[in-house]
Nanobody
């Protein structure tokens, strides 16, 4: 069964850091484009960052220079290192996997809550 499980969220003060992890099971991670999304209360889910199977990355303007996405295909895990966190980064963070050939998405995981507050 294909499954994505996010972890690593929590409460952090402004300016702090968190590292999110997305563990993938039942799939070969190297075949997928991976992404991190987030959804704040009352807002639509938005794309934060993507990473191709070859390691090319892209970021939303709001997180450029602060967030870094990476992947370890041997561990079937994708990471999101978040530095210089701001209150507006508060959201539930989800990872997404899209098959690079069939262009099909894996079902969303349960997400992990990130709260940035003093």
């Amino acid at each position: 069964q294909v499954q994505l499980v996010e972890s690593g969220g929590g409460l952090v003060q402004p300016g702090g850091s968190l590292r999110l992890s997305c563990g993938a099971s039942g799939m070969i991670l190297s075949l997928y484009l991976m992404g991190w999304y987030r959804q704040a209360p009352g807002k639509q889910r938005e794309l934060v960052s993507t990473i191709t199977s070859g390691g090319s990355t892209d970021y939303a303007d709001s997180v450029k220079g602060r967030f870094t996405i990476s992947r370890d295909n041997t561990r079937n895990t994708v990471y999101l290192q978040m530095n210089s966190l701001k209150p507006e980064d508060t959201a539930v963070y989800y990872c997404n996997a899209r098959h690079r050939i069939f262009n099909q998405d894996v079902d969303w995981g349960q997400g992990t809550q990130v709260t940035v507050s003093s």
